[in-house]
């Protein structure tokens, strides 16, 4: 291919589309107008000599060759903006949207405190946090440049992302105060009653039924729920039992729930707050990403 004929413009607009998967919408995107987006997605099409959106069911949809070109081209745009950027400019002067993957909790526990710290060193910049579906999607999303942060455990994250350690949890059982498996607290009166699982994705196993399995018994889990906010109402009225978080549990908890060390030992887990390796230059991401760290640890 001769680069000589490349428009890193085209490549921009490619981009747009691709994100998007529709026309009208990436020429908004962009501040171009319908016919100029379709002209450009027709010249993409024989750069590279692949439809890269085809009409589907009442929707476009990406070809094959499409999904391969979407982390390779964000690199490269990437790359370009940094050799092509202008002087910095000062984060009071920054208008731009970080968008952050990251379960309800520890959303609930930051979105205040960043909120409030933006405002006072960099108030153009939006946050967008979107809802959580897991670790693997998360990384897919970071890649594909869906999101700029993702707050969970990442075990690996292979060299085209960026992964920070920002606090390691343990557990705690949480039951209803005046609960019957609160008087002598044990395994026994824990495994007596229902539990309440919290999974985004909707699986009825966690890292207590591993534990349990080691030692040759089971739980009944009587209710799984997608958020983390959901269970401490769940609890209060009724003799469910939950196994969360340390920095899950409500605030002032004492005064409606009794919290015990698990009575078989749950491993705990690392938080990471992970990026693109693009995203490694981006002002805005990287000042999010450091009050983020901040406030976590």
């Known amino acids: 291919m001769n680069l000589r004929s490349v428009d890193l413009n085209l490549l921009v607009v490619l981009d747009a589309l691709l994100d998007e998967a529709h026309v009208s919408r990436a020429a908004d995107r962009l501040g171009l107008s319908q016919p100029a987006a379709s002209s450009a997605l027709e010249r993409c099409r024989h750069l590279f000599r692949d439809p890269l959106l085809e009409r589907g069911k009442g929707m476009m949809r990406l070809t094959p060759k499409a999904e391969t070109l979407r982390v390779p081209l964000k690199n490269l745009l990437a790359e370009a903006t940094i050799i092509l950027a202008p002087p910095a400019i000062d984060l009071a002067d920054l208008s731009q949207t970080v968008r952050i993957g990251m379960a309800d909790h520890p959303a609930t526990v930051i979105a205040g405190p960043l909120h409030h710290r933006l405002g006072l060193t960099a108030p153009g910049i939006d946050v967008v946090i979107q809802p959580w579906h897991g670790a693997s999607a998360a990384l897919d999303a970071l890649a594909k440049g869906q999101i700029d942060l993702a707050a969970s455990v990442f075990p690996e994250v292979g060299l085209s992302f960026r992964r920070k350690h920002l606090l390691d949890e343990h557990y705690l059982v949480l039951m209803r105060k005046g609960h019957p498996a609160a008087d002598g607290f044990d395994l026994e009166r824990w495994l007596a009653f229902p539990h309440v699982l919290v999974s985004g994705r909707?699986?009825?196993r966690g890292a207590l039924d591993d534990a349990l399995a080691g030692i040759g018994r089971t739980r009944r889990v009587g209710m799984v729920v997608p958020s983390f906010i959901m269970v401490p109402p769940l609890l209060a009225g009724s003799d469910l039992i939950a196994l969360l978080p340390s920095r899950c549990?409500?605030?002032?908890?004492q005064e409606q729930f009794a919290a015990f060390e698990p009575a078989v030992a749950v491993k705990g887990f690392p938080l990471h707050l992970a990026w693109h390796?693009?995203?490694?230059?981006?002002?805005?991401?990287?000042h999010v990403a450091k009050i983020i760290q901040d406030l976590l640890r």
């Open 249 to 253: 549990l409500p605030p002032r908890w």
């Open 202 to 204: 909707g699986e009825t």
């Open 277 to 286: 390796v693009r995203r490694d230059q981006d002002m805005a991401v990287q």
